[in-house]
């Protein structure tokens, strides 16, 4: 043959090979079913998953493209071949799209779907592929039903009546990201949420969302409603901090959160989460919390919690198929959902509901000496879980609070150096991160010392004793003159629900601990505290026995009672912190609170402080219950 030959041969041999390759879409090539071509195909559509009909021939044989991905791929998890086997099997088999990124319903190495997943790779049982919706472990409602607008029209409509507008994205996004977001940064990847940002704006300057009857099909999507909800949750968080006056605030404050509200509605979010959902659940969580409703915030935590579960956010493992920077910003999701439970459990003495043990710290992590403030909280709020988990060692309980105060001292060592004294700090923000950072250690100090606080029987004076009730002392007053050095700064601690608990508590178990009380600076810094409190925006009435107006109320219901505490104390004549019985205070503020004489008479024991411990005694003002369950049993 001659050369010209040879190249011809070459070229048929080339048709003839293109002609066999599988034209079938991803889904049939992998179940190795028939496949008609279309798009979505015929079985995709019978099969009821036409969102993940795809083809794409660029990466060869899927059984090559595999292999040679996993040679790519270096090993990122520490479990056993089979718990890895199962888990990918899982993530293959319960996936599926939405607007265009992957999202998967979680379920662990040793559940039922797992285990047949696994068997089904070997079997080719197509009814075991199908695990989701045969053991009815996989949402199917495309839209949320709980809400009147049904079709694309309707959802539109329903989107374009709540959509932030322009004037509003400019003022209130700022506050947001200057006074919000640096201490407590719920948002996972900052940069890209403002380039998304800048999109949006484009998009409203461009008049795609100004006709009702045109709909965007790049705004209309789930996933796009989802990034509209998490920019009024920052909007709403922005508005709290913003300057206006207390009654305008807490009503656009709320407005915004109603509105984002109504777009994780629309974007169907309780049956198909996304991290724009779960990141605007926690700020809107945030932001009800610093309004005083904290309530209401620990049971939308809870929520938020189990959400970023079925997507697997709470473990590494679950995460390694991701794309890398999906998997960044999963680590930085669910490390903010431990920092809100974290602090909410402190203050409340709750136990936790989240967990760590799935994601571990990189060793060169505990290795610097240069931690920025965000990182030494996650490293905080990791120590307060565990201050919170019972003590299942059986260690002694003084004993194993000199251990856990010897490891929060050892992560301030960590920080950088103006985080470890103020007289580092060369900028404004440093200075607040100081102080931040100061009020927060402190109060996990108070709670990691109340063993030393509580009145018990006489018993020998033990060297550990003396040392925590020194850092307890030690750590009362640093909390109460970081809030007073931070609020002179900045309004970021009067509208933080999470200081305020801290520097109250704080102030109130210097008032009444038989160490402090008579203490002349304690004493000074409880007056401090109070005139503060009664000269910030918090006070709305002239009268002493009241900070606000029901209708205007921001703190929450067991800080006022705090407040008025204090206050009641030191008016006192003589200025002694010592409550008799007939001096118990009525915490009654424009009978929003509950009356003395409806409380239980355990609650009624315990407001005298000379019968019990500083602890009990706090306890007994913070969370005396606000809910009366006395009619229960009767509907009327």
Request: hydrophobic letters at 35%; aromatic letters at 8%; proline letters at 5%.
């Amino acid at each position: 043959m001659s050369d010209a030959s040879h190249s011809e041969a070459d070229k048929v041999l080339r048709a003839k090979a293109r002609a066999h390759e599988s034209h079938a879409c991803y889904p049939c090539r992998k179940r190795k079913v028939k496949c008609d071509g279309s798009k979505p195909c015929t079985t995709c559509q019978k099969r009821k998953h036409p969102q993940i009909c795809q083809y794409d021939f660029s990466g060869g044989s899927p059984r090559r493209s595999a292999a040679s991905a996993a040679r790519k791929t270096p090993p990122r998890s520490t479990s056993s071949p089979s718990t890895r086997a199962r888990d990918t099997v899982t993530n293959e088999v319960l996936s599926r799209q939405d607007g265009g990124s992957n999202n998967y319903v979680y379920s662990g190495g040793n559940s039922f779907v797992s285990i047949l997943g696994l068997q089904a790779s070997n079997a080719n049982d197509s009814v075991a592929r199908e695990l989701g919706s045969v053991l009815g472990l996989q949402n199917t409602l495309s839209s949320y039903p709980f809400m009147d607008p049904k079709t694309k029209d309707e959802k539109w409509e329903t989107l374009l009546a709540v959509l932030p507008q322009r004037t509003e994205v400019l003022k209130f996004f700022h506050y947001y990201q200057v006074t919000a977001y640096p201490f407590n940064p719920i948002v996972a990847d900052m940069g890209k949420f403002e380039s998304e940002v800048c999109a949006y704006l484009n998009a409203h300057a461009t008049g795609e969302f100004c006709d009702p009857k045109k709909i965007s099909d790049s705004w209309i999507t789930d996933k796009s409603v989802g990034h509209i909800s998490l920019l009024l949750a920052t909007l709403a968080a922005g508005a709290h901090f913003s300057d206006m006056e207390y009654p305008q605030r807490l009503k656009i404050t709320i407005d915004f959160a109603r509105r984002s509200f109504d777009c994780l509605r629309l974007a169907n979010f309780l049956f198909q989460p996304s991290l724009d959902i779960i990141q605007a659940l926690l700020i809107l969580g945030n932001t009800m919390q610093n309004m005083g409703q904290s309530d209401a915030a620990w049971a939308l935590l809870g929520t938020t919690v189990r959400l970023a579960q079925t997507m697997g956010l709470h473990t590494e493992r679950s995460t390694v198929h991701w794309p890398e920077y999906v998997q960044t910003k999963a680590r930085a999701l669910w490390s903010a959902i431990v920092w809100q439970d974290s602090l909410l459990c402190l203050c409340y003495d709750r136990p936790p509901m989240v967990s760590v043990m799935e994601w571990p710290l990189e060793n060169s992590f505990l290795e610097r000496q240069d931690l920025s403030y965000t990182e030494v909280m996650h490293l905080i709020c990791r120590l307060g879980l565990e201050i919170m988990r019972p003590n299942s060692l059986g260690v002694a309980e003084v004993q194993r609070a000199i251990d856990d105060l010897q490891r929060l001292d050892n992560i301030g060592q960590h920080g950088l150096s103006y985080l470890r004294a103020r007289e580092k700090c060369a900028t404004l923000q440093q200075h607040l991160e100081h102080l931040a950072w100061k009020m927060h250690t402190s109060f996990c100090v108070s709670v990691i010392c109340r063993p030393a606080m509580r009145r018990s029987p006489p018993q020998p004076v033990l060297p550990e004793n003396d040392i925590l009730r020194a850092r307890a002392k030690a750590s009362l007053v640093d909390a109460s003159k970081s809030f007073l050095n931070f609020q002179a700064l900045s309004i970021v601690p009067l509208r933080s629900w999470s200081m305020v608990h801290t520097v109250l508590s704080s102030t109130l178990l210097l008032c009444i601990w038989e160490e402090t009380r008579n203490d002349p600076e304690c004493r000074s810094l409880q007056q401090r505290v109070i005139d503060v409190f009664s000269s910030s925006d918090s006070r709305n009435s002239e009268d002493s026995g009241s900070f606000m107006d029901e209708d205007n109320q921001w703190l929450s219901a067991r800080h006022i009672r705090a407040l008025v505490t204090l206050r009641s104390v030191l008016d006192r004549e003589g200025g002694t912190a010592n409550l008799t019985n007939d001096e118990r205070v009525v915490f009654n503020i424009n009978n929003t609170m509950p009356q003395l004489e409806n409380w239980p008479e355990s609650h009624l024991d315990m407001l005298n402080p000379l019968d019990i411990s500083p602890v009990a005694y706090l306890d007994s003002i913070m969370n005396v219950p606000l809910f009366d369950f006395s009619s229960e049993d009767c509907f009327l």
